[in-house]
């Protein structure tokens, strides 16, 4: 392992705490991440030192500020592999990226045509489209996924057609931890001239991503899941598409020109930032990336790798229990039930003894819905998370199992 | 036994406890003694929406006082029920109408009933409210 | 004066930089305002001691995190004297909340409906509009405003009509300062039944906002410009209305449940917050607003009026001064120009002596085409702001007009 | 003079200077000695899209040398300018496409050609060498 996990958990203060007198155990990585000081620090900094509206201030600190933060953006640029920071659009996060898609292809989409999502899908990347095709008259078709949670490549194949206006689906399943082969999908797609969107939300953290190599159109992702700060996100897109695409949000920096009559919008990334930026939330995010980059996204898989695989196999001799989500190829996210006892019961014990767990749907309702069971328990792991912690939290798992029986 | 000497008898049970564990077990062994609500009611007009585990809940009167059953997949979720039932079923409906549970947070329970928390408790108090409301304006009719 | 100014500054670490080796002098409070210790620390807080995704999970942190989150929408709801926190809805600023209930008026605007704005809104009160206008074949109506800056209510009066499907216009002009009032419009609207929006960005901070007594329908502001964070603000709206408008963006929490076939929408307000709420940024929020209530807004709208006049006076007697935007009832936002010297100029000047104007159109560029002139020096403040600081600044102002002479 | 004498020579005339002031006067001043472009070029295609202030540039080529005049509505704007182009004016279009400006640095301005300035005096670089390009295509045809 060529990582120091006691060096990294003394980045994270919340670590330290107690929760019912016990040390926090936290599990819940999937909904989000905990910050270490860099990203904290990053925050007061800028407001302590250089907080200042930025791009039409002659004055330095909104120099320096807007220096900072058109900075942000090349780093995040850099991290995904852009191939200009012209494609790096901030958001307040995920949902907005997908929403802000959606409804730029008000336009493009029309009656009869079909949008692809997956059965994997979270709300964000599934209510968008089922609400656009509505509005449109268009069809939502949903490709199924095998009972190990793989989607069905032979399924895909077929529902892959001239009708499909665009292709949408998640990089990492946040269910079932499921990393689907992003490439060989987009390449598929490209086959048929249909654009490709992916929702990165549980990946920007936890794989490498390359969206030059990847090929897809749009990557969105949000930067509290990634040790960044909360209302801040991505939607990185392709130059040409996001040249043609009309802008979603009026006002602020993305006029160029405006009179009473007409507007002229500005370019890109310009165009689809409305409003005064979250010039604090970007350097933040920047920094979350930072992390990420100073210890190494392979160290990062690799040591996540190991608590998936340490964690699944001492789950597994649990007497019970289900694994919900068995691909061959998955992240350090375990989604289980125990018998017949109900999620909720579970996480609420685990939590009496420190453990922080999600219980639930998930916000992916119709997966659950298809596998018919009430919920999961998740587990999710971060690069703080240890052996240890495991251990704790199968023994406090057989202690709740005890008391459920 | 009033409403008020029910939930001091609760808190004086709990306060045995000394672990969580034991507390915890002792709730779950309360929701397997509460009376359970007719299967046939376990339909949508009885369902409380909460977020996670599903809860039923009834009310019929009878003398003059309100008998409540329910149910949940949760069995936390129906120890807890357990608990508020134990002290509202039973009692007239301007007595319910009155109670405010405050025993909950003398035994440590007082965040299940919490607005965020996603276990449906709070309308489930709510419906035990409206059910009351409902009996009295009855009564008066 | 009832407020101990020494003291305020001493809790905005920012105000002790130099600039250009000089003190810095911040009056760019109109775009956005410094952040005092308490919101900053606020911030390290919640990701040190609390952070958690909110709503959703059973294990204490996202507890706390969602009881915290909704006391800081109540907090804020009683800031602004509203009837109920389920009126509050959590945006990233005033230019999104705008957005929303345009893009939710979709349904409600019809050809040959009107839309009445004013001459001196910024863009993010107009282009939404004008957009929505184009879209729907509905028209934009913009009323003047007289010399003095004020709004000119004998035209108001003449282009309300049945035909008008909104009326949108600032409490407060972030060019020139002038005080709407908005209390006596919104009565004359609601008497032809036009349900009224209320951009109060300029207002949060340097008036008192009663959504009550205002009566109006919407009320919309950002946090940043109330000592709070950047990238959080409100939307808030009258309950009737809120329910009857279709959501906005889709995803998380706003969802109640769904299917591939349809999906049902959460209550108020989550019907409107699509994604993980930024749970740090509302708690800044509030504690900006607290802040501001702390001190009292009455003491700080009697320091800001006694800014203004000291700064008028001064500015007065400068040769060739002209300021725009002189109504009798303003806040302490003071546009100008002088000669024909160019804003540019001036500002870069007083950026060289540390004094943070802000030049250019401010984001209002048909108003300063109203007046026919390039653009405006603005110095606008803050509770922290001091005479001794007007002072420094018109001396400074005194030297760049030399040299620009 | 070459590019780099010229850049060289106005980095000691501006090391005289201790005050702020002293410079940004003399900037002025050399605006205002600036070859000025053609009242009738002060039109759209000349016009470099800046933020705040509005700048004009026109190039012709004489005797294999590009001849810049200019103008801005600010004036500090129009010294810096008449700073750029006083290095750049009289040049061959190759030695121009290579220039980097990076006097200005040395003089303490680099941050008004910072890309987030709002000034229009990136966008006037990039005309710059734009000219400078187009008459070197034109040269080699
Ligand atoms: C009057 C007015 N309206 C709207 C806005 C837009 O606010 P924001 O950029 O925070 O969305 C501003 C601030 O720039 C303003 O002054
Ligand atoms: C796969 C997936 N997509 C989308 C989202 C939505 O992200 P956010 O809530 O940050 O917008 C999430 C996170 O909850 C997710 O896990």
Known sequence: MNINIEKIRSDFPILSHKINGKQLVYFDNGATNQKPMQVINCISDYYSNMNSNVHRGVHQLSQNATTAFEESRKYVADFINADSEKEIIFTHGTTESINLIANSFENIIGKGDEILITVMEHHSNLVPWQQLCFKKGAKLKVVPITDEGDLDMVFLDSMLSEKVKLLAFAHISNVMGTINPVKEITAKAHKLGIPVLIDGAQAIAHAKVDVTDLDCEFYCFSAHKAYGPMGMGVLYGKQQWLNNLQPYQYGGEMISTVSFEKTAFNELPYKFEAGTPNVAGALAMAEGLRYIDNIGIGNIVEHEDDLLNYATNKLTDIDGMRIVGRSKNKTSVISFLVGDIHPYDIGTLLDQMGVAVRTGNHCAQPLIDNFCIPGTVRASFAIYNSREEIDYFIGALKKSLAMLA | ?141
């Open chain 2, 1 to 141: 036994m009033t409403i008020k000497e029910k939930e001091d008898a609760l808190v004086s049970e709990f306060g045995m406890f000394d672990e969580w564990m034991d507390k915890y077990s002792y709730i779950i062994e309360l929701g397997k003694e509460m009376p359970l609500i007719d299967e046939k009611h376990k339909d949508p007009q009885h369902l409380i929406s909460g977020c996670q585990s599903r809860v039923w809940l009834n009310a019929e009167i009878k003398d003059g006082k309100i008998q409540f059953t329910a149910d949940s997949d949760a069995v936390i979720t129906k120890g807890i029920i357990s608990l508020l039932l134990k002290v509202v079923s039973n009692e007239e409906p301007k007595d319910i109408a009155g109670a405010n549970f405050g025993f909950l947070e003398k035994i440590g329970l007082k965040d299940h009933l919490s607005p965020t928390r996603a276990n449906g408790l709070v309308s489930m108090v709510k419906q035990i409210k409206l059910y009351a409301k409902a009996f009295q304006l009855k009564n008066m009719n």
